[in-house]
């Protein structure tokens, strides 16, 4: 199969875009769009993208009017999309908790299971997914598409008895005094592929090297570099302190009597432990950011 070389791929537009272009700036890659543009300007000439709906892109995907692209393993299963899952990328505009998407009631709804829902009337963006659910448990309920502020329409009259919303950390939920009945679905971002694009060796190495850069910012994001100088007689004691995960770096210097010490370790740790680094004898003690980590 020839390969073009260049790679397409569908970033999602509105809340994910800013949360993608950063996570690309971090692996690497600057990219630019103009306000009216749907055409993201990349600065690697082998790389070309398009602007979708996060909801459309595993269909365009699958079409192959792009070769790769992010969206949630929500839009991948709503859509029953046969597209190659290249890896997850754990990250979103709020958090890197998954998204649930929940069935919810008001508060004083008398719906306290799933069960409780035959014969009523569902208000949902996941329609799909929605329906297949309630139909793998055998209940017959009227599952009608929102287009979006789902979260207000339930318990009103003629609208809907439940809805099924999106939520990362309920709050919204909680604001609207909904009642999460059941978790119906968690949901993380996806690295989708085409599967002909996927047949062709070019496309397929440098959407896996793409990968590889995404997923070390991603791991970057919570991790830093430590360095200090250490009295060799107060090794084994700084030694004690530090992570036991990764080996450190440790490096003679020109005077005899110390060494340099070097390691990545979480964020929250290293505030943790640094004032006792300082205690047991290290000094020069540098904390600093990392782009990339790549294991």
């Not at 070019?202 to 919570?222: I, M, P, V």
């Not at 991790?223 to 995960?245: C, F, H, Q």
């Amino acid at each position: 199969m020839s390969s073009s070389n260049n790679l397409k791929i569908g970033f999602p537009s509105g809340s994910l875009q800013e949360a993608t272009f950063k996570l690309f700036a971090r692996a690497g890659y600057r990219i630019n769009l103009s306000s009216r543009s749907y055409e993201p300007d990349i600065d690697d000439p082998e790389l070309s993208g398009l602007m979708f709906r996060a909801q459309e892109i595993a269909h365009y995907v699958e079409r192959g009017v792009i070769d790769v692209g992010m969206t949630g393993k929500d839009w991948v299963e709503e859509w029953q999309a046969d597209v190659v899952e290249i890896g997850e990328l754990r990250y979103s505009k709020a958090t890197s908790k998954p998204l649930r998407w929940v069935i919810a009631v008001p508060e004083d709804s008398p719906i306290k299971s799933v069960q409780d829902l035959q014969g009523k009337t569902i208000a949902s963006e996941l329609v799909g997914v929605t329906r297949r659910f309630l139909e793998e448990r055998g209940i017959e309920a009227e599952v009608e598409f929102s287009w979006g502020t789902t979260e207000v329409k339930a318990g009103i009259p003629g609208v809907a008895d439940a809805i099924v919303d999106g939520t990362e950390t309920g709050s919204s939920l909680r604001a609207n005094r909904l009642r999460i009945v059941e978790v119906m679905l968690e949901s993380t971002t996806r690295f989708i592929a085409n599967r002909q694009a996927w047949e062709d060796p070019w496309k397929r190495e440098k959407a896996q090297n793409l990968l590889t850069l995404l997923l070390g910012a991603l791991e970057a994001d919570s991790k830093v570099g430590l360095k200090m100088n250490v009295p060799r007689s107060k090794l084994t004691e700084v030694m004690d302190i530090l992570p036991a995960l990764h080996a450190p770096t440790i490096s003679s210097q020109t005077d005899e009597a110390w060494v340099a010490v070097e390691i990545i370790a979480d964020e929250r740790l290293v505030r943790e432990i640094i004032p006792q680094l300082k205690r047991a004898g290290a000094e020069g003690i540098i904390e600093y950011p990392l782009n990339k980590v790549v294991y």
